[in-house]
């Protein structure tokens, strides 16, 4: 462990996951070649929740902490009104780890990031009734596979120290700040991630062929960031909603 500072991980780990849409993004252009292509970036907000099986913890909890989110896509229109999107997209999934009652000044933010590429297939159910005006409706699903790229964690914890022969005690709250380093990996993090993904956006072509939209998708995490832990007490799982803003350009 170490205190918070960009560690060099980060830049393979990118290029790695880089590679990765660059591949999968030649692969779809070979066979949509004869089909419309829409490129598009967007980002925004997002709240994570995480679920957690911990029946032999007590007064343990974990709460949803908001974040953000990058992303580039390419969509390709297979048949008519429905298409493939896929893309890469860079994501908090942050949560706060709390002890409850006695110990309620103790906890941990977990700020998190990841690489994420969805698979997803659309279909425009509106085409018909929005075809005359320069609006677009999409309803997208599919699934995501992805890399958990870095961890910074905040934690504060109350401690106690004993003044005299009454035992008077007296509490403060300590706060440290450090970077995870993901090279040794000594709590043995799953790195992989991966899950359902169901996604809404919004579009208005407000110039020849570019749109402005507004997207809101949901993803919900099939893989335990914590199964390769030696002493394993609990399982974790991640629900995210992402609410964000984009413009699209079709060719």
């Not at 409850?100 to 018909?128: C, D, H, K, W």
Request: charged share 20%.
């Amino acid at each position: 462990m170490k205190t918070r500072q960009m560690d060099g991980s980060i830049i393979p780990s990118f290029k790695h996951v880089l590679l990765l849409f660059l591949v999968a993004t030649v692969c779809n252009l070979s066979l949509s070649a004869q089909n419309k292509v829409r490129v598009s970036l967007s980002g925004g907000l997002n709240d994570n929740d995480i679920t957690y099986k911990a029946s032999n913890r007590i007064n343990t909890e974990y709460q949803n902490e908001s974040g953000n989110y990058f992303k580039a896509g390419v969509n390709f229109k297979v048949y008519k009104n429905i298409s493939i999107q896929t893309g890469l997209t860079y994501l908090n999934k942050n949560y706060r780890f709390r002890r409850t009652e006695s110990l309620s000044s103790t906890t941990t933010l977990y700020e998190t990031r990841y690489f994420n590429i969805p698979v997803m297939v659309g279909i425009q159910p509106l085409a018909n009734v929005l075809k005359n005006t320069k609006f677009n409706f999409e309803i997208l699903g599919g699934t995501y596979v992805g890399w958990w790229n870095s961890l910074d964690r905040d934690s504060s914890a109350r401690i106690f120290a004993e003044y005299g022969d009454n035992v008077d005690l007296e509490d403060t709250v300590a706060s440290i700040s450090e970077s995870y380093n993901f090279d040794t990996n000594e709590n043995h993090f799953n790195r992989v991630d991966y899950g359902l993904q169901a996604e809404t956006r919004l579009g208005y072509n407000f110039y020849k062929n570019l749109s402005f939209f507004v997207e809101y998708s949901f993803m919900y995490g099939l893989s335990d960031n914590q199964k390769n832990q030696l002493r394993q007490t609990s399982k974790y799982y991640y629900t995210t909603s992402n609410y964000g803003l984009g413009l699209s350009y079709n060719f």
